[in-house]
């Protein structure tokens, strides 16, 4: 019998074959760095659960968001932790609280840089959820809208080259993209947390920012993880509000979610690969039972390959000297 004459093997056999046909091109482009800021000055605190990664005061997070930048990574996430905490998430809407003040620093020091600030009240609040509390301990949507697209303004304001509303609370794209347009900046990107699952792996984010909540969890507003259709309800209404990205997260547990939503849109697409990701990870590495590299960009060109036009990942900086060869 004669051999088939299919043999995919003729284009594997060496390494110069297997980059000329590869079909999925991870670049540093793609990529996006979280920062997390704190009070203080010259402040370096590292977060136990996610190694190398540090809650940083804002001069020190200029100083890392253009060491960033040096490595090739086009865009920050920026997440604050502020002391002042109340029911009214007042430090995230004061032009003079932590968040505006970082921004405007990074942007002060990094002007290239894009900053994305994202945009929620879990941080600045006493109770850790990402909207009002009702009597009840209910989450208030409408109030909590009103003052999401107050962040929101204030962080333009201060400097954000795009605003990430991360609450998941209904009909609030809408209410920063008409908020922002009113107040003279309309050229403000929104990149909308758009499917966002509770989800098991951000224990250690809530270590970082310091958002835990201080009662119940917050699956009535992040969504039920088996549902995939109700995410394409979720993405399709932020576009029809205005959203100029929008997100999945968390990114690696959610591969068909993001390949739905490339599909059904033609705004970009980004995925975030979340804390419990990176650190799971980092564990199976420290202890030898993995190739931290390799596993490392595998995961990445899973989630481009998927469908992922940008990724949120906690390896940014490390990845693009990788595929520098630095």
Not at 141 to 155: F, I, K, P, Q, R
Not at 282 to 310: C, M, N
């Amino acid at each position: 019998m004669p051999f088939p004459a299919e043999r995919p093997r003729r284009t594997r056999q060496s390494a110069a074959w297997r980059r000329m046909v590869r079909e999925t091109r991870l670049t540093p482009d793609a990529l996006v760095y979280p920062l997390f800021v704190v009070p203080g000055r010259g402040v370096r605190h590292p977060v136990a659960s996610m190694p190398g990664i540090f809650q940083l005061s804002a001069d020190e997070a200029a100083k890392e968001a253009k060491r960033v930048a040096a490595a090739g990574v086009p865009a920050v996430l920026l997440f604050a932790a502020p002391d002042r905490k109340d029911a009214h998430a007042s430090d995230a809407r004061d032009p003079k609280g932590l968040a505006a003040q970082a921004i405007a620093a990074i942007k002060a020091a990094n002007p290239e840089l894009l900053l994305w600030a994202d945009v929620c009240l879990c941080g600045a609040t006493d109770h850790g959820h990402c909207g009002h509390v009702r009597d009840g301990g209910v989450i208030d949507n409408d109030s909590s809208v009103a003052t999401l697209a107050e962040v929101a303004l204030n962080y333009a304001r201060a400097g954000a080259d795009a605003v990430a509303p991360s609450d998941m609370m209904d009909g609030r794209v809408q209410a920063i993209r008409a908020l922002l347009d009113r107040e003279g900046l309309a050229s403000t990107p929104i990149i909308s947390y758009a499917a966002k699952y509770a989800s098991a792996f951000y224990g250690p984010f809530r270590e970082a920012a310091e958002s835990a909540p201080a009662f119940g969890d917050r699956r009535s507003y992040q969504m039920d993880p088996a549902n995939v259709r109700e995410a394409l309800r979720e993405v399709l209404t932020d576009v029809a509000e205005g959203a100029d990205l929008v997100m999945v997260k968390p990114a690696g547990p959610y591969l068909d979610v993001i390949r739905e939503v490339r599909d059904a849109v033609r705004v970009p697409v980004v995925a975030y690969q979340v804390s419990g990701e990176f650190s799971l990870i980092k564990a199976a590495a420290e202890r030898g039972w993995i190739d931290e590299r390799a596993a490392v960009l595998e995961t990445l060109t899973g989630i481009q390959r998927a469908g992922a036009d940008l990724i949120i990942t906690y390896y940014a900086p490390q990845v693009a000297r990788w595929l520098a060869g630095t």
